[in-house]
């Protein structure tokens, strides 16, 4: 298996702009995560989804996060408008359920924001 | 207090030193606990996961204290290779999967 694949992963944008982080989870995985790392607050949960249906946003910081998963093999997370302290590497992760609270997170290798 | 609290470090260690770990959590009512590793620019990745009883993976140990709420991870006889940011995660969820709570990692630096 290819793994958690994003794209893009290193996205330079100007303050105002839409940005669109894509990924593709682990074949037959059912939980989907979408992360932001910073070096001040580490690594927080943003969103995440089960068998395609968000479960849990509360991490979105505010209304100009959204992030949608139409097909178990797709999902993306949308800035718009982005500002410079959305700056920061977005992951995604994916798991099965077959693990309970056990399960492993499978990370992507993230997409690095920088917006100016 | 903070939900998973991790000392930064960095940890500067010869080769072949034993070091330790530790990481304190907030939520009494957690359930599960694992070791991340995160090599510098790379993703997250599961080191081991840590059981009530303890348990061991070659040179990993990891160890749960339920009453004290605290989680360590022991290397023993470190190599170059075990440079890198741990990462200590708690799932507050009892009985489901979903939000996991990651520290902010405390960073290993092997030397020769």
């Known amino acids: 298996d290819a793994g958690v694949i994003q794209s893009p992963r290193h996205e330079v944008t100007e303050m105002g702009q839409e940005v669109t982080l894509r990924c593709k989870p682990i074949?037959?995985?059912?939980?989907l995560f979408w992360y932001r790392q910073t070096m001040m607050r580490g690594l927080e949960l943003l969103i995440y989804f089960n068998n395609n249906v968000p479960i849990d946003d509360s991490g979105m910081p505010e209304d100009r996060f959204s992030a949608k998963m139409p097909n178990a093999s797709f999902s993306t997370l949308k800035i718009q408008p982005s500002e410079p302290r959305d700056s920061a590497v977005y992951f995604c992760?994916?798991?099965?359920?077959?693990?309970?609270?056990?399960?492993?997170?499978?990370f992507g290798p993230g997409t690095r924001l920088t917006v100016l | 207090r903070k939900e998973v609290e991790q000392d930064p470090g960095p940890f500067n260690v010869p080769e072949g030193a034993t070091v330790a770990f530790n990481c304190t959590y907030s939520n009494s009512a957690s359930q599960s606990f694992f070791w991340y590793r995160q090599d510098c620019r790379k993703e997250p990745k599961l080191l081991m996961s840590v059981y009530s009883s303890g348990n061991e993976d070659g040179r990993f140990t990891a160890q749960l204290n339920r009453a004290s709420q605290y989680i360590s991870l022991l290397i023993r006889d470190s190599k170059l290779s075990d440079s890198a940011t741990y990462l200590c995660v708690v799932n507050p969820n009892g009985g489901s999967q979903g939000n996991l709570i990651f520290g902010k990692g405390t960073k290993l630096s092997v030397k020769p």
């Open positions: 992760a994916s798991s099965p359920s077959t693990g309970g609270v056990y399960n492993e997170q499978f």
């Open positions: 074949s037959g995985h059912d939980y």
